[in-house]
């Protein structure tokens, strides 16, 4: 593989686990970043979303720099921007993104997040079987 670094990838998904648990258990709340993120900018009163959004971006910077993790380094590329467009498209068209069907649908036997979930990673396999 290409850069693997799985000790800061088990480290990233240890704190997004703690991060969805928190706000769980906090306010009731599922952690779907796509949801999340949206609503952010379409119900601006609502604070949390907000603070959950700061906190995780500073949560990642300081692991960064606590555990001396590479600097992820992005080229632009306009398959990215398609990509993220296909991305957010495709979570709203399906309730819901990796994250909140994928962490926190499969913690509660979601049977809708467990087969969402199954498509995700099906799609991504292939993917990345076809263009590598």
């Known amino acids: 593989m290409y850069h693997f670094t799985p000790y800061s990838a088990l480290l990233g998904g ?17 952690a779907g970043y796509s949801g999340i993120i949206a609503n952010a900018f379409m119900k601006p009163h609502q604070g949390w979303r907000w603070t959950f959004l700061l906190c995780t971006v500073l949560g990642a910077t ?3 720099f606590v555990f ?11 398959h990215l921007l398609i990509a993220g467009l296909l991305v957010g498209f ?4 399906g309730n819901g ?9 499969i ?10 979930t ?7 396999i292939i993917t990345v079987y076809l263009f590598y």
């Open 14 to 30: 240890i704190l997004i686990g703690v991060a969805a648990i928190v706000l769980l258990l906090g306010s009731g709340r599922i």
């Open 62 to 64: 300081a692991a960064m």
């Open 68 to 78: 001396k993790l590479p600097v992820p380094h992005f080229q632009y590329s306009p």
């Open 90 to 93: 495709g979570s709203r068209l």
């Open 97 to 105: 993104c990796t994250s909140g069907h994928g962490i926190c649908g």
């Open 107 to 116: 913690g509660r036997l979601s049977p809708r997040s467990i087969v969402a």
């Open 118 to 124: 199954l498509i995700f990673m099906t799609t991504g």
